[in-house]
């Protein structure tokens, strides 16, 4: 029987205290490496709703604030900025204590954006190996992302270009590696903001465990007589994941009288009213729901009483686990081209890709879905098997522990 492991994951948020699925893939690998026989400890933001000794939520910034820690952030000035992306010294001591409460084997870091580098400086200062799960772009700096696009960043080009090359510097001394990719689209966007190639691999993560209890004995549903098609998107309301695309492309399907699209998701109130405008402008109130946040069981029932997922996003979605969610409830599933999709999907045996940003492309892909039955009943089937063949949870923390005990034999060696 091989050895347990003494583990000490790091990340800013862990449950119940979750912005996404980052949040939830911690969670999820952290309770199966415990159910395999690992003491895993999370080191993890100050709130005050953890519970369990296991959980030590040492780490700054404090997650109990009326304002979401990412968006203070972006209106932090420059000290505190330094302190969120660089080095915070009270998350330093914090982690020391934390490496000071058992002979660990190795460190596990999940996303260290707003906490700094100082848990990594602490684990190198024990000689400890460290192993990264990467679920974002969190290394290339969020300090420097949110200049992009903003008038003080179009000012202050010079200052940028020095930061960014403060910021490398920083990161190449520390050292990142070695990484686990959660696709080789974030994999190749990594190697753009010049992380070492040799401290790259990539895991690709599997269907979360809960939905896989769901859906052990689901298939996919066909239509009764004169049934609309049920097309459901089941992603936070913002811009980049591309609600608006899809109503768009509702409204000029020439089936648009024969689907239903549920939108399932919180987020931002404004873009909500924009869609709701987009939807009343369209004509479109009897064809379009809101159904808001939902629970992971109650978004299981409404996946399941489904035909289509829909994920038009029109940014580079690192993975979007959504997408095999609804592979395995059974779903034919229609994805942008944008991220990873396309390394999930195989366009045209278990999904569809489709161009995104593109209303027309998406209005025909609904079109066909609705008009050819056994179609869309194929790409579920297919969809449905290579989720349950190519992406267990069980087979993803598999190669998780892998490389966890590789890295711990380095301690050992």
């Known amino acids: 029987m091989a050895t347990a492991l003494k583990i000490l994951a790091i990340s800013l948020r862990y449950p119940p205290y979750v912005a996404g699925g980052y949040e939830l893939i911690t969670a999820e690998v952290v309770e199966t490496l415990r159910e395999r026989g690992h ?74 954006g707003l906490v700094s580098l100082a848990p ?20 290339g ?60 691999e990539v895991v690709l993560p599997g269907v979360p465990p809960d939905m896989e209890g769901w859906t052990e004995s689901l298939r996919p549903r ?16 913002w811009p980049g994941k591309g609600q608006h695309v899809l109503i768009e492309a509702l409204a000029r399907s020439s089936a648009a009288a024969r689907i239903e699209l549920e939108l399932v ?21 009897a064809r379009v729901s809101f159904s808001g946040q939902v629970g992971r069981e109650e978004l299981s029932r409404r996946l399941a009483r489904s035909h289509v997922l829909a994920m038009p996003s029109v940014w580079g979605e690192p993975f979007g686990r959504t997408t095999l969610e609804g592979m395995a409830h059974g779903l034919a599933v229609l994805a942008s081209d944008a991220g990873a999709s396309p390394e999930i999907l195989r366009d045209g045996v278990d999904g569809r890709i489709v161009p995104a940003g593109r209303p027309h492309e998406w209005a025909q892909a609904l079109a066909r879905l609705e008009a050819d039955e056994s179609e869309r009943l194929r790409l579920a089937s297919q969809g449905r098997e290579r989720v349950c063949a190519d992406f267990s949870h069980a087979t993803f923390v598999d190669e998780l522990e892998s490389r966890l005990r590789r890295a711990a034999r380095r301690r050992s060696a």
């Open 39 to 112: 003491l895993v400890q999370v080191l993890t933001g100050s709130g005050g709703k953890f519970v369990g000794p296991d959980v030590l939520p040492w780490l700054r910034p404090a997650l109990d604030g009326t304002v979401d820690p990412l968006q203070e952030s972006l209106q932090a000035g420059t000290w505190e900025r330094f302190q969120l992306h660089f080095f915070r010294c009270a998350n330093y001591r914090s982690t020391l204590r934390a490496l000071g409460r058992n002979d660990f084997d190795v460190v596990f870091f999940f996303n260290l």
């Open 141 to 200: 700096n969020l300090w420097l992302s949110s200049w992009d696009g903003s008038e003080s960043g179009r000012r202050k080009q010079g200052q940028k270009q020095l930061l960014r090359e403060v910021w490398g510097s920083f990161r190449s001394t520390v050292g990142l590696g070695p990484l686990c990719a959660c696709s080789r689209f974030l994999e190749r966007e990594m190697l753009d903001e010049g992380l070492p190639a040799s401290d790259l």
């Open 265 to 285: 998701g919180g987020g931002g109130a404004d873009y909500r009213a924009e869609l709701a405008d987009q939807v009343a402008r369209a004509g479109l109130g």
């Open 222 to 237: 066909s239509r009764s007589k004169g049934e609309p098609l049920k097309v459901i998107c089941a992603s936070s309301l």
């Open 120 to 139: 990594l400086l602490a684990a190198r200062h024990r000689e400890l190996p460290t192993l990264g799960y990467l679920a974002d772009g969190w290394p």
